[in-house]
């Protein structure tokens, strides 16, 4: 597709539900990330891709986030037992290049998915 | 104290006029830098991107990188309402694999 494509837009879980956020990159990019934003703040780095191996989890924020990019394209990110701190907006950026190349190389974000924890 | 420092706002100027848009950091390491626009409810768009010190012009926009200050800014001339929204500074180390974005600053340009 033209750009990054996140589904679904909105989801309300009640706290304890497990959750997927899915997304799909712009065909062929290599590095795939996932951000939080709060309301108000900007994103904050959870996890990246490079292809199918995830090269950096270090911004999952418990052992409750998961993801995966089993082929090297579509992400999804899996939010179990969902708390009410969970609640922020889940952003995926795709880039061509990655990081360490040396030249340009900006992200593409989707629109992200706004999760409400009730 | 967080890494990368942007005043929330907001900022709101007349159509026409000139805007800065600063950010200050703390970690020197940090080579790349970017400049983000955010539309309420949409994810960020990015506007420019600079390795290293230095100025980078692209039409209305100017990004300027001050090392030594650990200081970054965005200038928009000639501003518009179009322009109103949530402006996003963010900057890697030389082999981040990951941006440190600032709060945002959001921007309301007035008709």
């Known amino acids: 597709g033209a750009g990054v494509s996140q589904s679904p837009r909105y989801k309300v879980a009640k706290r304890g539900q497990d959750v997927a956020l899915r997304c799909d990159p712009i065909?062929?990019?290599?590095?795939l990330f996932w951000y939080q934003q709060a309301l108000g703040q900007g994103p904050e780095f959870l996890t990246y891709?490079?292809?199918?191996?995830?090269?950096?989890k270090s911004g999952l924020p418990s052992d409750r986030f998961f993801a995966e990019r089993p082929e090297g394209s579509v992400s999804t990110l899996k939010i179990q037992r969902t708390q009410q701190e969970d609640s922020a907006v889940y952003l995926c950026?795709?880039?061509?290049?990655?990081?360490?190349?040396?030249?340009?190389?900006?992200?593409?974000f989707g629109s992200g998915t706004r999760l409400t924890v009730v | 104290q967080k890494e990368v420092e942007q005043d929330p706002g907001p900022l709101s100027v007349p159509e026409g006029a000139i805007v800065s848009l600063n950010c200050t950091y703390s970690n020197s390491a940090f080579q790349y830098f970017m400049w983000y626009r955010q539309y309420s409810r949409k994810g960020p768009e990015l506007l420019m991107y600079t390795y290293s010190s230095g100025n980078k012009e692209d039409g209305r926009f100017t990004a300027q990188v001050d090392k030594s200050s650990k200081y970054i800014s965005l200038f928009i001339r000639d501003s518009q309402p179009s322009d109103s929204a949530t402006y996003l500074c963010a900057m890697s180390g030389d082999y981040g694999q990951n941006f440190v974005f600032g709060p945002g600053t959001r921007l309301s340009v007035l008709p």
């Open positions: 891709f490079q292809n199918e191996a995830q090269l950096d």
């Open positions: 065909s062929g990019h290599v590095s």
């Open positions: 950026a795709s880039s061509l290049t990655f990081p360490g190349q040396g030249q340009s190389y900006g992200y593409t």
